[in-house]
């Protein structure tokens, strides 16, 4: 599912036309983007937590080449899935 799945899914859930649905969606992930920047967690009750964590700075190698590049530190976003999410039938 893609980000113009989920707005389809607004139409067909409201009686919004197509713009409205599109900006609310829209604003819904500049919202999460703008608060994981900030360094803020986001918490969808019955889906996930979204936080921004601190990438270690490492070693890597080039794998063309085999050189050592270092790797800067820096964040990275995270998800832990809510209880409902993880247990899902098929998961394993």
Avoid: Q, W
Wanted: charged share 25%; with cysteine; net charge positive.
């Amino acid at each position: 599912m893609v980000k113009a799945d989920l707005i389809k899914r607004a139409i067909e859930a409201t009686t919004r036309e197509s713009p409205a649905a599109r900006d609310a969606v829209h604003a819904v992930f500049e919202s999460v983007a703008s608060a994981l920047m900030r360094g803020d967690r986001v918490v969808l009750r019955g889906f996930g937590v979204f936080y921004a964590a601190l990438r270690k700075t490492g070693v890597a190698r080039n794998p063309r080449t085999g050189e050592p590049v270092s790797i800067p530190r820096g964040r990275v976003v995270r998800c832990r899935p809510a209880t409902d999410l993880r247990n899902l039938p098929g998961s394993s």
